[in-house]
């Protein structure tokens, strides 16, 4: 992770070179009447370098996969492989030519776009691939033992890993048995190790420059917020106020002006409150009006009224992100608008920057609309905010179950991106009485005929010959029928000791579209959309 800190302070220090030498087509102004100038903003001095997402890969072992998998590789990457295993596992007694060489297991291929860590470790998706010309079939059931990420292109043990990546592989089936099983994603199992900082180039090199435009920046967000690392370069840190929020903040110190008068303010307020109301570049006005900061609100207020309605969602979000409740109800009821193209920022803007409480109410309130992208806004929002209305509980080690009671519809939506969760909108569900079904490759039946009392579920496990169905029983609510189906064959819970079946997420998620589609749920069936790796 260093080495791309050095990295980008290096380029940093370049592009200076260069604006130097090439003026960039701008004004040159003496740096040392940089406190005078009353138009000079942080964006108009620097360039603001922030490591985009970067292209990583590297190797690991599937491991679970019931005869489907093969032994084949490369010599160098089997090489690395045995040597990555005895790094992982020195106090386990194993072979790793033996684990290798298995049909249980197959060498894969993990790649991915890493996001930048700017404020804390995040975790993404990571797709795995068998290696093209072996003889894996399928990846299905399979768990990534672990595997070291590492910039695209490089490979090595002495290649600086810059995440991780481990957890059970994802093969979606949920349209169907088709498609390429040799494939399928670590849903959420990438994490970044350490973290980056953003960086400003000086246009021209000063550092009475960069010093000043540290200060400015510390006595707004805290101390901490920039560094001058040199008479060109200046570190930042994402103050905790805008979390994951970095394209929010960087417009905004961007926008920052160095120096002010109570007159030179009042004069760019009253400008910028015009240009964010007539203006085609309404985000560039926002931004400047939330870096002058809370002496903004009076003629934001002025805004709420127009009848454009971007431009009332506009004034009010930067309201509340100027900690004033005056927009809150605006943002109120765009979100609660049926008809406007703006509810989703709406109840973001509230989510983001109002009080919890409030933020929380108004979110529970749009669980009940009747547009499901919303219900999921809000549900995605109440779940950041860890509101007592989602309920969650781990199932099997794999994926969440999570239970929302308020909708009055019913919504099973299963997670394809990010971390693997089930959700049920307008829980509990129920399954009706008098079902049969089948999963696509008949190792799994849900059975319940009319009059008996509990649904049975029947897992035979074709690929193990000898081993005998395992037949369970379940109540008819849904999410007792996804514990069965999913967890692990003996989970102890306090003085209680539950079975399940160890069917994998993948699986279940088809079983849950089918049931849903049959009619022995009475609930609609959404699915989330895959990653976007490749």
Not at 52 to 81: D, F, H, M
Not at 168 to 191: E, H, N, S
Not at 322 to 327: A, E, H, K, M, P
Request: glycine fraction near 8%; charged fraction near 25%; include cysteine.
């Amino acid at each position: 992770m260093g080495s791309y800190r050095q990295k980008i302070v290096r380029l940093a220090s370049l592009v200076v070179i260069g604006l130097f030498m090439s003026g960039c087509g701008q004004p040159k102004t003496p740096t040392a009447k940089i406190q005078t100038e009353l138009g000079a903003t942080i964006g108009s001095m620097t360039e603001v370098f922030a490591v985009q997402y970067i292209p990583v890969e590297g190797y690991g072992l599937v491991g679970g996969l019931r005869g489907t998998g093969s032994g084949e590789c490369p010599t160098n990457i089997r090489e690395y492989l045995k040597q990555y295993i005895l790094t992982q596992l020195p106090e386990r007694k194993l072979d790793p030519e033996k684990l290798i060489s298995s049909r249980n297991t197959a060498v894969v291929r993990v790649h991915a776009l890493m996001p930048p860590a700017f404020t804390e470790s995040r975790s993404f998706d990571v797709k795995a691939e068998a290696l093209p010309g072996t003889q894996t079939t399928s990846l299905e059931d399979g768990w990534l033992y672990g595997a070291d990420l590492k910039e695209a292109g490089r490979f090595g043990l002495a290649t600086r890993v810059l995440a991780t990546v481990k957890g059970p592989v994802f093969v979606d089936t949920i349209d169907g048995v088709g498609g390429d099983k040799r494939a399928g994603y670590i849903l959420g199992g990438g994490r970044v190790r350490g973290r980056y900082n953003m960086t400003l180039a000086l246009r021209q090199p000063d550092f009475v420059a960069a010093r000043r435009i540290s200060d400015v920046l510390n006595a707004r967000f805290g101390a901490l917020t920039a560094k001058a690392s040199s008479q060109s370069v200046i570190e930042l840190s994402i103050p905790a106020e805008y979390g994951q929020q970095d394209e929010r903040f960087i417009s905004v110190v961007k926008a920052m002006y160095l120096s002010e008068t109570p007159e030179a303010t009042e004069k760019r307020i009253d400008a910028l409150v015009e240009e964010l109301a007539s203006s085609a570049d309404k985000q560039a006005s926002e931004s400047a009006l939330e870096a002058i900061g809370n002496r903004c609100v009076k003629k934001l207020a002025g805004l709420l009224d127009s009848a454009n309605e971007e431009v009332r969602l506009r004034a009010a979000r930067c309201m509340v992100n100027l900690r004033s409740d005056r927009g809150l109800e605006t943002l109120r009821t765009i979100a609660a608008d049926s008809g406007s193209a703006y509810r989703m920022e709406a109840l973001e803007a509230i989510t983001t920057g109002a009080n919890r409480n409030y933020a929380a109410g108004i979110a529970r309130r749009l669980l009940r609309d009747d547009d499901f992208d919303v219900r999921l806004a809000a549900y995605e929002q109440l779940r950041r905010l860890d509101d007592v209305s989602v309920s969650r509980s781990r199932i099997g080690g794999g994926f969440y179950l999570e239970q929302i009671t308020l909708p009055r519809q019913k919504d099973v939506f299963v997670s394809r991106s990010g971390q693997p969760r089930i959700v049920l909108f307008g829980a509990p569900i129920y399954c009706r009485e008098n079902i049969f079904l089948q999963s696509a490759d008949g190792e799994i039946t849900i059975d319940a005929p009319a009059g008996q009392k509990y649904v049975s579920i029947i897992r035979k496990l074709a690929k193990r010959p000898g081993i005998p169905p395992i037949q369970l029983k379940s109540s008819f609510e849904l999410s007792d029928v996804i514990r069965a189906l999913c967890e692990a064959p003996v989970v102890k819970e306090g003085s209680q000791v539950r079975a399940g079946l160890n069917v994998s997420y993948s699986e279940t998620a088809a079983i849950l579209k089918q049931m849903c589609e049959q009619g022995a749920v009475a609930a609609e069936f959404r699915a989330g959309p895959l990653p976007k790796i490749d």
